[in-house]
């Protein structure tokens, strides 16, 4: 992990970016934005994905509780998840801060995120969570996500609407047909879509009522949007200085 750190261009100091959660639907690209983020304050991405992938294949003890659960088809529960969450924010490299990615997920996980970050410091002194919320329209998302076709030879992505190779439906790399996921079709993608929706509303609100939501317009080109988040926490967390 990098340990490069930014600095505030208005008062020379370091910045120390403290907890940062973001939220967005699927494709608003909140994953390009944590890398983003991460290269430039020195801190690490944390992912509920990753950190299941890596207990199961570990074999910690979350994480054979965990693959006997998805073994049986069932959802990996809460307590499980905020126990790798909860190791995982204790490592040293998390003292300066991370990004949470996925998580939370509900209101419930939410609140227990404020609870385990109460009495916690960063760089010696409290920081609250800066919440961002990635915005993208709903026929952009589907734009990104349906759009997207792979090549089987060489894993190159392109995507019809945005990027499209040169000559229609094949790379131009090697010239190799090009596929579509079925998990990329429309269908499965509005769906997938709406049950975001759903599950998030409620999360959103939480902060939103609390004066600590941010919302950014994932439809800029990536350039601006990481603009705009870098300017956001700088501002943000020069006021707790």
């Keep these: 992990m990098s340990t490069q750190s930014a600095t505030d261009v208005m008062t020379g100091k370091e910045v120390t970016a403290g907890p940062i959660v973001l939220l967005g639907s699927p494709g608003a690209g909140k994953g390009t934005q ?32 965990a693959k006997a659960i998805m073994e049986r088809g069932d959802l990996v529960p809460d307590d499980l998840v905020l126990d790798m969450v909860g190791e995982r924010l204790v490592a040293a490299d998390c003292d300066k801060g991370f990004i949470l990615d996925g998580f939370p997920r509900t209101t419930a996980q939410a609140e227990w995120l ?84 759903r599950q998030t509303l409620p999360l959103a609100d939480y902060y939103r009522r609390q004066g600590r939501l941010y ?25 707790h200085d």
């Design 34 to 65: 944590a890398k983003i983020i991460t290269g430039r304050y020195g801190v690490p991405h944390v992912s509920t994905g990753d950190l299941l992938r890596d207990n199961v294949s570990r074999v910690t003890e979350l994480g054979k509780k």
């Design 114 to 197: 404020d609870r385990f970050l109460a009495s916690r410091t960063f760089a010696g002194r409290f920081l609250p969570p800066i919440v961002i919320k990635v915005q993208v329209g709903y026929n952009q998302l589907l734009q990104r996500l349906t759009g997207r076709r792979t090549c089987p030879a060489c894993g190159r992505i392109y995507n019809v609407y945005l990027q499209p190779p040169r000559r229609e439906g094949f790379c131009d790399v090697d010239g190799a047909p090009l596929i579509q996921r079925k998990d990329d079709s429309e269908e499965v993608i509005s769906e997938r879509l709406k049950t975001y929706e």
């Design 215 to 239: 919302e950014v317009n994932g439809e800029l080109p990536v350039e601006q949007v990481t603009a705009e988040m870098h300017s956001l926490i700088e501002k943000l967390r020069a006021a």
